[in-house]
């Protein structure tokens, strides 16, 4: 069991939340319980999850996906108004990190992404104006990029649509931004890597990918991408605090 607080502050130290200027709130985003026991761990603060939290007794929910985005209708209507009040009812406290946990080097979404894909991590360069955001790394032997995707579709459970460079090329050096990553392909190229795999992909990333200097694009899922790291930082901090920890997985196909 743990302070609600002393969580916080804690999850707050650890990923250095406000390091990185965001599009939505980081740390303590409804307030609940004031003691946590019982932590239930997800993507996205989604009704599904909520309804999942309040069913188990959660007495914090800590998801990368939160509320209060950016330029979005500040209005507690309709479905905000539900998901707003299923938390409020139930007096579970919801916990939000969008970029802090993207970046991290130690249960971070492209952390966590990285091992499960077998690359050793040979540093991050800044992106989108958020430091460390992009990271480049080496596999343990070159592959091509077929053998690639297989990878990627064994380890995420999603098959990724892999968009082949002309000529076709094989994969050792790597790099990979987890989620709405996809412009970043041609920065990825600079960095004379063979392969780049993110989440989401856009109409413009097809030619992109084919021009971008070999580089072969692999975009398996915004979700799927991201379902490690928030697992990693739940586990952590369950141990850490003694608490019962549980991570639901509302799958979404983009």
Known sequence: MVDTRTLVEYLHGLLEADAVRDYSPNGLQVEGAPEVRRLLTG?????????TAVQWGADAILVHHGWFWKNE???????????????????INLLAYHLPLDVHRGYGNNAELGRRLGVTVTGQVDAGGVPGLLWHGRLDEPVDGAAFARRIGEQLQREPLHVEAQPAVGSDAVAWCTGAGQDFIEQAADLGVDAFVTGEVSERTHPLGRASAGCVLHAAGHHATERYGVQALGAHVAERFDLEHRFVDVDNPA
């Not at 996205?44 to 309804?51: E, F, G, M």
């Open 73 to 91: 209708p500040p209005q507690l209507t309709d479905m905000k108004r539900r998901r707003v009040a299923s938390v409020l009812d139930a007096g």
């Open 43 to 51: 993507v996205t603060a989604c009704q599904a999850l909520l309804d």
